[in-house]
């Protein structure tokens, strides 16, 4: 599988070094252009390449969005509609700016990056801490192995992206769908921020629930 990673932060980067770890190709962008990633793709090895956004989008058969959710009106539309693209964003709008809509909570912010780039948007990586996912992967069955919540509104998405959290060392926990289910992992909630193994967070998502 082809993965394109738009936004070579924190998690675009680390998910880039997890992703080429077990064999995808991988291609990373940010808004600096290609050449300021060549420390990286040299560090990534000959799975990786770095592109400009557009490109990268092109490329994934899955494409990780992860900038500053401020930005999202950035995010190239036409490159990403009908693709699977996994959300990382989280919207903060001391750093974002406000969004009324978002503030009124009458959306989500994921459900606002699916509008505008007619994508199969999976919201995921966004609640977990990015050093915890930098450092926490384990084999399955691992006593410690962490659970990454995701949310989406097609099966299909969901389920590539769950077995993409696994093959990195991780449990999908499903939230639900884009809208209710996204607003259970946002910032402000339980399991934002928290290392949590996938029994505790399961269980916190069905108290939610109910």
Do not use: C
């Amino acid at each position: 599988m082809r993965i394109g990673i738009i936004g070579a932060g924190h998690i675009g980067s680390t998910l880039a070094r997890h992703f080429t770890r077990v064999g995808y190709d991988v291609a990373v962008s940010n808004s600096r252009g290609p050449r300021s990633l060549d420390g990286l793709v040299a560090e990534l090895g000959p799975r990786a390449q770095a592109l400009t956004p557009e490109e990268a989008a092109r490329f994934g058969e899955v494409v990780v969005v992860s900038i500053p959710f401020g930005r999202w009106h950035e995010l190239p539309s036409a490159e990403l509609s009908r693709k699977v693209v996994i959300d990382t964003s989280n919207y903060l709008p001391e750093r974002d700016g406000h969004e009324r809509d978002l503030d009124q909570d009458t959306i989500t912010s994921s459900q606002k990056i699916r509008a505008h780039t007619g994508g199969n948007v999976v919201k995921a990586f966004n609640a977990l801490p990015w050093q915890d996912l930098r450092d926490g992967s384990r084999p399955k069955g691992a006593p410690d192995r962490l659970a990454v919540a995701l949310s989406g509104s097609d099966e299909d998405g969901k389920a590539v992206v769950a077995g993409l959290v696994r093959d990195i060392g991780f449990d999908p926990v499903d939230a639900g769908n884009l809208g209710r289910g996204g607003r259970r992992h946002q910032p402000g909630t339980q399991v934002f921020g928290r290392k949590l193994p996938k029994d505790e967070m399961s269980e916190i998502f069905h108290a939610v629930r109910r």
